[in-house]
Nanobody
Framework: QFVESGGGLVQPGGSLRISCVAS????????ITWFRQAPGKEREGVSC????????WYEESVKGRFTISRDDAKNTVFLQMSSLKPEDTAVYYC??????????????WGQGTQVIVSS
């Protein structure tokens, strides 16, 4: 259903853009939430974009550094990550729902994309 991609190894201060592509569902009716899970930590919400107004939400630690966007024509949501820090190291996942959601309400997860921030 969702395929996350674009992760990799990047130095602190660097940038990455990760993508969430949907198959079997049209994303334009849904809010899309990006989550991440660092080793030994719980999965947490990072950012969300709504379907109608395109409103956005960011977790406090990524505000001003991450930008979420959507291209409904391509059925894709992006997360542009800049000024990356080692604490951003995690596997990143996306999920769709009628509104921005939380991990416990997500019933199906993709494989995620690994982001490693290290020198």
């Amino acid at each position: 259903q969702f395929v996350e991609s674009g992760g990799g190894l990047v130095q602190p201060g660097g940038s990455l853009r990760i993508s969430c592509v949907a198959s079997g569902v049209t994303l334009d009716h849904y809010a899309i939430t990006w989550f991440r899970q660092a080793p030994g930590k719980e999965r947490e919400g990072v950012s969300c974009i709504t379907s109608t107004s395109g409103g956005t939400w960011y977790e406090e630690s990524v505000k001003g550094r991450f930008t979420i966007s959507r291209d409904d024509a391509k059925n894709t949501v992006f997360l542009q990550m800049s000024s990356l820090k080692p604490e951003d190291t995690a596997v990143y996942y996306c999920a769709a729902d009628w509104t921005c959601t939380i991990p416990s309400l997500v019933t199906s997860w993709g494989q995620g994309t690994q982001v490693i921030v290290s020198s």
